[in-house]
């Protein structure tokens, strides 16, 4: 016991990754692939990325099932197809600066930041802001985490190259308009509390943006302050 204390003890570090949790991803790609999820360099993130590691360890055996999960604070971690889809939807490239709205688990954080994106990530929910930056630190991750309204953005970083939120907004919300650079991203959810349509929305001239809808979700709320109808 002695010796264990001795050194920086971190409990992550009892976490592994096994062949079985590596042949379980696997096989999720392979149903990613077989709902449309096309783009090679997403499902080689998420190929490489231990979802296992972003759950409570109750819910380690379903890590690897396309669903979401509650890990605290009345959130989830997404459906891994809408992790996919939505990171499909804002073709990160290496070096872009990305803001990220409800950082959660930190497992999008961590899909994000392995294609290379230069994130910040935000959350309203202290403990799991918290708990997100410890297992990104120990996966070896770095972003900038910010403990705060996402409705709100973050003007300190911006302008962004993408802009993703992860909870539903009944409406778009301004700031975030306002922080994307001319040609870039935002993906977000929006709707009402039942169920969102995902927008794609280009930032096309200082004040034009072109928006498209897709696909229906259903996510938990966007809260904050530019989050109201
Ligand atoms: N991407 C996350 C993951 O992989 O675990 C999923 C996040 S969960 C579906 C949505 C998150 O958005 C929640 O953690 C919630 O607390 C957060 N959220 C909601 N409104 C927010 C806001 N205004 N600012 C920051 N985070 C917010």
């Keep these: 016991m002695m010796a264990l204390l001795a050194f920086n003890y971190n409990c992550s570090t009892l976490i592994t990754d ?21 783009d090679d360099k997403v499902l080689n993130a998420m190929l490489k990325i231990p979802r296992h590691f972003f759950m409570h360890k109750d819910f380690r055996n379903h890590a690897y099932l396309d669903k979401a999960f509650r890990i605290g604070e009345g959130q989830t971690i997404s459906q891994p197809f809408t992790v996919a889809y939505q990171t499909q939807l804002l073709c990160v490239e290496k070096g872009e600066s990305v803001l ?4 959660g688990s930190g497992y999008q954080s961590a899909v994000l930041l392995e ?6 990530s935000i959350e309203r929910h202290e403990p799991l802001h918290l708990e997100a930056q410890k297992v990104l630190k120990f996966l070896g991750y770095q972003a900038i985490f910010i403990f705060g309204d996402g409705s709100l953005g973050y003007p300190k970083n911006a302008p962004y190259d993408k ?5 539903g907004a009944p409406v778009v919300p ?4 306002e922080q994307l650079k001319i ?7 929006v709707g009402d509390g039942k169920t969102q349509k995902m927008h794609s929305i280009i930032k096309t001239g200082l004040n034009s943006i072109e928006n498209i809808e897709l696909n229906d979700f259903k996510f938990v709320p966007l809260i904050g302050e530019q989050a109201w109808l």
């Design 174 to 177: 301004k700031a975030l308009i």
């Design 183 to 189: 040609g870039g991203i935002l993906i977000i959810p």
């Design 163 to 167: 802009i993703i939120v992860t909870a």
């Design 18 to 38: 096994t062949y079985k949790d590596k042949g379980a991803r696997k096989q999720l790609i392979r149903e990613l692939k077989t709902k449309g999820i096309i």
């Design 100 to 103: 990220e709205i409800g950082t």
């Design 115 to 120: 294609l290379g994106a230069n994130l910040t």
